[in-house]
């Protein structure tokens, strides 16, 4: 006896035999048309369950793909937009404490136009600390997203996550 379960969003099946082998059947195949025959009904290729992790780690992965992209996007401080992300914060603060070492006081950054600007070392950690805040807000929203999603019991619940 073979039990037939559905692939391809219902448009083709597979049964298994009894010994565990799989075969591939199409929908027109005589011996799935006469299991169907017979009242037997096709089990889904997916359960429920099954279902609901995939539907989990597609969000998952849909919600880092754009934290990735969010977290890099410009940060304006005051009249002039800075590159955003991890790497432009560490660089800054990098930059800043490279020049305060070695006694300077006028700090030079460039603004997302390759602008240059001298700033001060409060003006500086200010854009610092608007670059990082950016960055630590997607990394907290994204985990608090990421939570909900695994907290979520239903496909409908994940995707009602966005970010």
């Given at each position: 006896?073979?039990?037939?379960?559905?692939?391809?969003?219902?448009?083709?099946?597979?049964?298994?035999?009894?010994?565990?082998?799989?075969?591939?059947?199409?929908?027109?195949?005589?011996?799935?048309?006469?299991?169907?025959?017979?009242?037997?009904?096709?089990?889904?290729?997916?359960?429920?369950?099954?279902?609901?992790?995939?539907?989990?780690?597609?969000?998952?992965?849909?919600?880092?793909?754009?934290?990735?992209?969010?977290?890099?996007?410009?940060?304006?401080?005051?009249?002039?937009?800075?590159?955003?992300?991890?790497?432009?914060?560490?660089?800054?603060?990098?930059?800043?404490?490279?020049?305060?070492?070695?006694?300077?006081?006028?700090?030079?950054?460039?603004?997302?136009?390759?602008?240059?600007?001298?700033?001060?070392?409060?003006?500086?950690?200010?854009?610092?600390?608007?670059?990082?805040?950016?960055?630590?807000?997607?990394?907290?929203?994204?985990?608090?997203?990421?939570?909900?999603?695994?907290?979520?019991?239903?496909?409908?619940?994940?995707?009602?996550v966005v970010f």
């Amino acid at each position: 006896m073979i039990a037939f379960k559905l692939t391809n969003n219902g448009q083709s099946v597979y049964g298994t035999r009894e010994d565990g082998a799989t075969v591939s059947y199409s929908i027109e195949a005589e011996e799935y048309k006469q299991w169907l025959l017979e009242g037997n009904i096709p089990e889904p290729e997916f359960t429920d369950a099954e279902l609901l992790v995939n539907a989990k780690l597609a969000k998952t992965q849909e919600l880092e793909t754009v934290f990735q992209v969010a977290s890099k996007l410009p940060v304006t401080v005051g009249t002039k937009t800075y590159n955003g992300g991890i790497e432009s914060a560490q660089a800054i603060r990098d930059y800043i404490q490279l020049v305060s070492e070695s006694g300077g006081t006028v700090f030079t950054i460039w603004d997302s136009s390759n602008v240059f600007s001298d700033y001060t070392l409060d003006q500086a950690n200010t854009i610092k600390l608007a670059v990082a805040s950016k960055v630590f807000e997607g990394e907290l929203n994204l985990r608090l997203k990421k939570n909900a999603v695994n907290d979520a019991t239903t496909i409908t619940a994940i995707n009602a996550v966005v970010f």
